[in-house]
């Protein structure tokens, strides 16, 4: 082994501890993935995932989303949305039509089966919600909330404007 080689592998504890208690990735993704499982359990009952709740919700509005702008909404990337639309579409919750004036595009809407869903799944999400609030102190969840969107926005040059601003969710 070459001396470098040997320098590069020789991280102390210290560093090794000190990544693991101020990382912020690590604790996000350690945070979202208990969410995840929290309302994952919640939501088994209706058969959704709390992915699938969240991606309904997001249609949830007058005119139904391009695949791209709801991609853009939801942070993911096109093939991944277009794979969690699949098992949705097969239940007959979403579909998935041509634009009518662009017909290289997709536009996604709800079914009458898939709001009856989701209107079962929001005193769920609600009960849960509250909840996890009940763990933080008092305005906690705001400041969470407030954190995670600068977070968010970090992809966008950190403007100003709302995570979930109105034109982006309408």
Sequence with gaps: MSKATETRSAISRETTLHVRDTCLCLHTRRAARALA?????AFRPLGL?????????????????RIGDLADFLAMDRTTLTAALKPLERRGLVTVAADAKDRR???LRLTDA?????????????????????LLDDGAPDAVRAA???LARMDDGGGDSPPFSKRAFR
Aim: net charge positive.
């Design 37 to 41: 499982r929290r309302f994952d359990e």
């Design 105 to 107: 595009s997709r536009r």
């Design 114 to 134: 898939g709001r009856a869903l989701l209107a079962d799944a929001v005193p769920i999400w609600q009960r849960t919600h509250d909840a996890i609030d009940a």
């Design 148 to 150: 995670l969107g600068v």
């Design 49 to 65: 995932t709390n992915g699938q709740f969240s991606l309904m919700m997001a249609l949830n509005r007058p005119d139904p989303p």
